[in-house]
T-cell receptor
Framework: AQTVTQSQPEMSVQEAETVTLSCTYDTSESDYYLFWYKQPPSRQMILVIRQEAYKQQNATENRFSVNFQKAAKSFSLKISDSQLGDAAMYFCAYRSWYNNNDMRFGAGTRLTVKP | EPEVTQTPSHQVTQMGQEVILRCVPISNHLYFYWYRQILGQKVEFLVSFYNNEISEKSEIFDDQFSVERPDGSNFTLKIRSTKLEDSAMYFC????????????FGDGTRLSIL
């Protein structure tokens, strides 16, 4: 079974600085999708960025980018120019290419942004 | 932008009572999901639903749970006889089901069992 590990329960960053959130996963599959979701205090889960495992190029979405290391099974999220609105829980998630139905989440990292 | 909506935002129920959590997925989506997040813990998959039947369910989704799409818009999660440990945030999600399409989540319903 696939597992997703986020080893940082909490992270803190100064406004305008850069922070990297870690995520590792375990799978025997060669094709899959990886996601980062943001859960602000308003509770809604918001998709931040996604990566297809077959793509070597790291996904980028404005101030958010990932460092996808397939061999190491690592999928970290970098937030550049951090803003107060980035404060939230961030969840890393894995979804099989072969089974769209099941998505596995990490435990989450709570990000605090200091003014 | 279309959203997944969930009602109520907070449900308080006595232990042993039945509870129904409601979700309205995005209208052109075909795949529907329920997830649970116990306070302070990770988001856990409960069940997926497609073509009016359960596609997959986790070990959490036991006989106390059921899902239904009673009409063309609602997707419900029923817990038959609630237990204290059912207290959690419950998230509904939907997707078009395409291989590279992400799931869109609702705001969640906080279920508190007394």
């Amino acid at each position: 079974a696939q597992t997703v590990t986020q080893s940082q329960p909490e992270m803190s960053v100064q406004e305008a600085e850069t922070v990297t959130l870690s995520c590792t996963y375990d799978t025997s599959e060669s094709d899959y999708y990886l996601f980062w979701y943001k859960q602000p205090p308003s509770r809604q889960m918001i998709l931040v960025i996604r990566q297809e495992a077959y793509k070597q190029q790291n996904a980028t979405e404005n101030r958010f980018s990932v460092n996808f290391q397939k061999a190491a099974k690592s999928f970290s999220l970098k937030i550049s120019d951090s803003q107060l609105g980035d404060a939230a829980m961030y969840f890393c998630a894995y979804r099989s290419w072969y089974n769209n139905n099941d998505m596995r989440f990490g435990a989450g990292t709570r990000l605090t942004v200091k003014p | 932008e279309p959203e997944v909506t969930q009602t109520p935002s907070h449900q308080v129920t006595q232990m042993g009572q039945e509870v129904i959590l409601r979700c309205v997925p995005i209208s052109n989506h075909l795949y529907f999901y329920w997830y649970r997040q116990i306070l302070g813990q990770k988001v856990e998959f409960l069940v997926s639903f497609y073509n009016n039947e359960i596609s997959e369910k986790s070990e959490i989704f036991d006989d106390q749970f059921s899902v239904e799409r009673p009409d063309g818009s609602n997707f419900t999660l029923k817990i038959r006889s609630t237990k204290l440990e059912d207290s959690a945030m419950y998230f509904c999600a939907s997707s078009t089901g395409g291989e590279n399409q992400p799931q869109h989540f609702g705001d969640g319903t906080r279920l508190s069992i007394l």
